[in-house]
């Protein structure tokens, strides 16, 4: 944070908070990914509709690009938790005709 604008570390340390708690939110999910609801039990991902697990791992997402965006530092292009989403690099399965 030696790089971070002295007016806005206080921003960017209440971002980094809202990620921890979806965090937090995303592993108590993690215990109930089982059953989305119960009577008629609808297990997970018995039809196309986001789980929880899934609302909350896109809402870490938007706060990890707002904070990447106020640190000017991209997200990592590794990372296996941002796979697939734009803005962050991956490699790209190439197939090659066969001989």
């Known amino acids: ?8 570390v206080s921003y960017v340390l209440e971002v980094c ?4 708690g979806i965090e937090a939110q995303i592993f108590d999910a993690n215990r109930r990914l089982k059953a989305q609801q ?6 997970r991902n ?3 509709e986001p789980t929880e697990n899934d609302l ?7 706060w990890a690009k707002i904070l990447s965006d ?3 530092a991209p997200l ?24």
């Open 1 to 8: 944070m030696d790089h971070v604008l002295p007016e806005a």
């Open 56 to 62: 909350l791992r896109e809402e870490l997402y938007y």
């Open 70 to 72: 106020e640190l000017a």
């Open 17 to 20: 908070g809202v990620l921890d």
């Open 46 to 48: 018995s039809n196309e």
């Open 76 to 99: 990592n292009p590794f990372s296996e938790r941002y796979r697939g989403r734009g803005g962050a690099a991956g490699s790209t399965p190439v197939s090659h005709p066969a001989r």
């Open 38 to 43: 119960l009577g008629e039990l609808k297990l």
